[in-house]
C-alpha cells in the first residue's frame, strides 16, 4: 500500500533563511505527488504539484520541489522563507482509482515555525 | 471563484447524537471528496463521488456514517451516535473530471464530541 513519510514533525527556521522540508513515499507505480500547506484552522491550499516530465517543479509562493525516484524523495524547497510561511505543510501522493479520479494518501505534516 | 464551501465550520455534540455536515463544491466539478483530519495527523481518504455516485468508501467510514451526493451538487456526510473518537476535522475536496486533477479544499468542519 502506499505511504508517504515526513520525517520532520516540527521545523523551526529564522525569517530569510532557506528551507527544505523533507518528503519519502512509498508506491508502486508512477507516483502523483502533491504538497500542501494548511494555516491553522484553514482548509488546504495546493503549492505544487509532480505527474511527469521535469522533476524540478515550480509553485506558488516561490516554492519548488524536486522529484527523485531513486531516492523516493519528492522535498519542498524555498530559497527565503517569510513570517507569512508559518504553517503546516502536508506531502501526499495520489493512488488512481476508477474514472481516473485520485485518492490522496497524506503525511503526518510538518509543523514551520519562523523566527523573527 | 467561491471555491468549496462547508458548512458549520464547528459543532459541539453530545456523545450518541447525530450530526450532519454540508459541503459545497466548486460548480463545475463532478469529483467531491470526503477526508478526515485528526489533531496532529494528516488527512484521511474517507470517500469520493463522481457526479451522484458514490464510488469508493474507506473501511474508515463505519456504518455509523452515510455520505450523499443527491444531484451531483452538495454532499452532505452524516454520523450517527457519535462517539468521542469522531472528534476531527471532516474535509471536502472537490476536483474536475480529468485523469490528473487537483483537489480544491474546503476549510473543513471541526466535530467536537463531548
Known amino acids: 500500500a502506499q505511504s508517504v513519510t515526513q520525517p520532520d514533525i516540527h521545523i523551526t527556521v529564522s525569517e530569510g533563511a532557506s528551507l527544505e522540508l523533507r518528503c519519502n513515499y512509498s508506491?508502486?507505480?508512477?507516483?502523483?505527488l502533491f504538497w500542501y500547506v494548511q494555516s491553522p484552522g484553514q482548509g488546504l491550499q495546493l503549492l505544487l504539484k509532480?505527474?511527469?516530465?521535469?522533476?524540478l517543479v515550480q509553485g506558488i509562493k516561490g516554492f519548488e520541489a524536486e522529484f527523485k525516484r531513486s531516492q523516493s524523495s519528492f522535498n519542498l524547497r524555498k530559497p527565503s522563507v517569510h513570517w507569512s510561511d508559518a504553517a503546516e505543510y502536508f506531502c501526499a501522493v495520489g493512488n488512481l482509482r476508477r474514472q481516473g479520479a485520485q485518492k490522496l494518501v497524506f503525511g503526518q505534516g510538518t509543523r514551520l515555525t519562523i523566527n523573527p | 471563484d467561491t471555491g468549496v464551501s462547508q458548512d458549520p465550520r464547528h459543532k459541539i455534540t453530545k456523545r450518541g447524537q447525530n450530526v450532519t455536515f454540508r459541503c459545497d463544491p466548486i460548480s463545475e466539478h463532478n469529483r467531491l471528496y470526503w477526508y478526515r483530519q485528526t489533531l496532529g495527523q494528516g488527512p484521511e481518504f474517507l470517500t469520493y463521488f463522481q457526479n451522484e455516485a458514490q464510488l469508493e468508501k474507506s473501511r474508515l467510514l463505519s456504518d455509523r456514517f452515510s455520505a450523499e451526493r443527491p444531484k451531483g451538487s452538495f454532499s452532505t456526510l452524516e454520523i450517527q451516535r457519535t462517539e468521542q473518537g469522531d472528534s476531527a476535522m471532516y474535509l471536502c475536496?472537490?476536483?474536475?473530471?480529468?485523469?490528473?486533477?487537483?483537489?480544491?479544499f474546503g476549510p473543513g468542519t471541526r466535530l467536537t464530541v463531548l
Open positions: 508506491y508502486g507505480a508512477t507516483p502523483y
Open positions: 509532480y505527474f511527469s516530465g521535469d522533476t
Open positions: 475536496a472537490s476536483s474536475f473530471l480529468q485523469t490528473y486533477n487537483e483537489q480544491f
